[in-house]
C-alpha cells in the first residue's frame, strides 16, 4: 500500500495513493480521517504530491469539517436512555449504582447496555463501555477473519484491535491486521467489508485493480457496504 504525507502549516496531510485508468486525479477526504488520491496511470509520485499539495486549503476544510460534525455527534451523555451502536443497532444505557464493585463493568443484556458502577461518574461509565467494545471488536474480528480465510491463502500473523484516528483497519507487511475498535460499531455487512479489505491487503499492498478485482470476488456488493461506511462511519463514536 502507497502512502505520501507532507507539512502544510500544522497540519500533517498523509494520504492514501491509488492509480486507475482515469484522466484526471481525484481526492476523496472521509471520516475518520481518510484522505485517498485516484491518480492517472503514468504519474509520477513528484507530480501527484504537487497536485495534492495545491489542494492543501480545501483539503484542511474537509478535514476540519468531518472534525466538527464528530464533535457535535459525539457528545453522548453518560446517563439511562443515551444510546451507543453495536453491529449497527442503538442500545440504550442503564447504569445500575452498586456501592460493592470495585471495576465498573459493562454488558449488553436483553438489548440494553448495563453499566455497573460504584458511582454515576461519567470515566467511569465511558471506561467501562470501552473496554467492552474492544473485546467484542476482538472478538467480532477475529470470528470474521476465520470465516473469510477459506478464500485466501495468507493467513495473518496476529490480529490487533487498537485506537485508530485516521483508518478503520491497516495491515503490515508481516500480515498483522490492526482494527479499530469501533468497527463493531458498524452493520454486520460493513464490518465484513472493512475484515475483508484488509486481509486482501495480505496479498496486494495497493489499491490496484488486482485488488479490487479480488475483494469483488469475496464481496460482490462491497461498493455497496463501502459507500455505507463512507456516510455513516462518522456516527461512530463513544
Known amino acids: 500500500m502507497m502512502r505520501l504525507e507532507y507539512q502544510y502549516g500544522t497540519e500533517r496531510i498523509e494520504f492514501e495513493l491509488e492509480y486507475s485508468k482515469r484522466r484526471t486525479l481525484s481526492i476523496q477526504v472521509n471520516p475518520p480521517r481518510e484522505i485517498t ?100 471488536a476482538k472478538e467480532k474480528v477475529t470470528e470474521r477473519v476465520d470465516y473469510y480465510q477459506g478464500y485466501l491463502d495468507h493467513k495473518p500473523r496476529r490480529i490487533v484491535i487498537k485506537d485508530q484516528d485516521k483508518r478503520w483497519g491497516s495491515c503490515t507487511r508481516d500480515n498483522e491486521l490492526l482494527f479499530n475498535w469501533k468497527v463493531v460499531m458498524a452493520p454486520a455487512p460493513v464490518l465484513d467489508y472493512i475484515v475483508v479489505h484488509e486481509m486482501c491487503h495480505m496479498v496486494h499492498r495497493n489499491h490496484s485493480r488486482d485488488f479490487w478485482q479480488l475483494l469483488g470476488k469475496i464481496l460482490p456488493d462491497y461498493e455497496k457496504r463501502k459507500e455505507w461506511l463512507r456516510n455513516n462511519g462518522i456516527r461512530f463514536e463513544l
Do not use: C, M
Open 37 to 136: 488520491v485516484v491518480a492517472p496511470l503514468g504519474k509520477t509520485e513528484e507530480e501527484i504530491l504537487q497536485a495534492v499539495k495545491g489542494k492543501s486549503r480545501w483539503i484542511v476544510q474537509k478535514l476540519y469539517e468531518i472534525k466538527e460534525i464528530e464533535h457535535r455527534r459525539s457528545r453522548k451523555e453518560y446517563v439511562n436512555g443515551e444510546s451507543f451502536l453495536y453491529l449497527g443497532r442503538n442500545h440504550s444505557l442503564d447504569i445500575v449504582v452498586d456501592r460493592s464493585v470495585r471495576v465498573p463493568e459493562a454488558k449488553l443484556f436483553r438489548g440494553r447496555f448495563v453499566v455497573r458502577t460504584a458511582s454515576r461518574d461519567e470515566d467511569h461509565v465511558r471506561k467501562a463501555l470501552r473496554d467492552w467494545y474492544r473485546d467484542k
